[in-house]
């Protein structure tokens, strides 16, 4: 049992390139997150997913395009990367609305 | 509408000495709490939650918080630091039965041998 599981780990970019992170869980959880932590701000929402084909937005969504096409798999996009979105992501699942959320160990994006 | 402030960016104790990290908090509701601990270049680990139950909740590793709901505090304590608590422990709260957690800045733990 992984619970939740990110890739890649590390990652450089440089301005107006794209890229997907990808979230898995191994939990059957319904509702997926995806967070960014930057320092001295504690963890944001981006966007969540309450269930298979279901995506909203969070706290800070712009910039960022969110897909679930499965149930387990919660993919975060950069389609134009931007310096300030260099950040640490973290993904996250929960059964319910409430419960506990399990995070995963995060990926690390520098945008140059 | 709900936050955290967590008192203190960071906290340094000798090994062997009690531990105290400071969280108030402001909801709209009754709410949920938790804190979680993140270990450098690690993920967010649940250290324990209070859901209104007992207001005294032990959670992993020896710590605990006790809620107070007059003082709108969740502080959270350890009797006695390892060295292995050395980590940054976020103060988070939701409103029950809802998905948006709402995070404390974070306290940085340094602990002397």
């Known amino acids: 049992n992984a619970g939740v599981t990110q890739t890649p780990k590390f990652r450089v970019l440089k301005t107006g390139q794209s890229m997907t992170l990808l979230c898995a869980q191994d939990?059957?959880?319904?509702?997926m997150y995806w967070y960014r932590q930057d320092p001295g701000m504690g963890l944001r929402l981006i966007h969540y997913?309450?269930?298979?084909?279901?995506?909203a937005k969070g706290e800070v969504p712009d910039g960022y395009n969110v897909s679930r096409l499965k149930k387990q798999n919660f993919l975060l996009g950069l389609e134009s990367a931007a310096p300030s979105q260099t950040s640490v992501y973290f993904c996250?699942?929960?059964?319910?609305?409430?419960?506990?959320?399990?995070f995963g160990p995060g990926t690390r994006l520098l945008v140059l | 509408a709900q936050s955290v402030t967590q008192l203190d960016s960071h906290v340094s104790v000798s090994e062997g000495t009690p531990v105290l990290l400071r969280c108030n908090y402001s909801?709209?509701?009754?709410?949920?709490l938790f804190w979680y601990v993140q270990h450098p270049n690690k993920g967010l680990q649940l250290l324990l939650k209070?859901?209104?139950?007992?207001?005294l909740v032990k959670g992993i590793n020896g710590f605990e918080a006790e809620f107070k709901k007059s003082e709108t505090s969740f502080h959270l304590t350890k009797p006695s630091a390892h060295m292995s608590d050395a980590a940054e422990y976020f103060c988070?709260?939701?409103?029950?039965?809802?998905?948006?957690?709402?995070f404390g800045a974070g306290t940085t733990v340094t602990v002397r041998a």
């Open positions: 996250a699942s929960s059964q319910l609305a409430g419960e506990t959320q399990y």
């Open positions: 939990m059957n959880h319904e509702y």
């Open positions: 997913s309450v269930g298979e084909g279901t995506t």
């Open positions: 909801s709209s509701y009754s709410p949920s």
């Open positions: 209070y859901t209104s139950a007992a207001t």
């Open positions: 988070v709260v939701s409103p029950t039965n809802d998905y948006k957690l709402s």
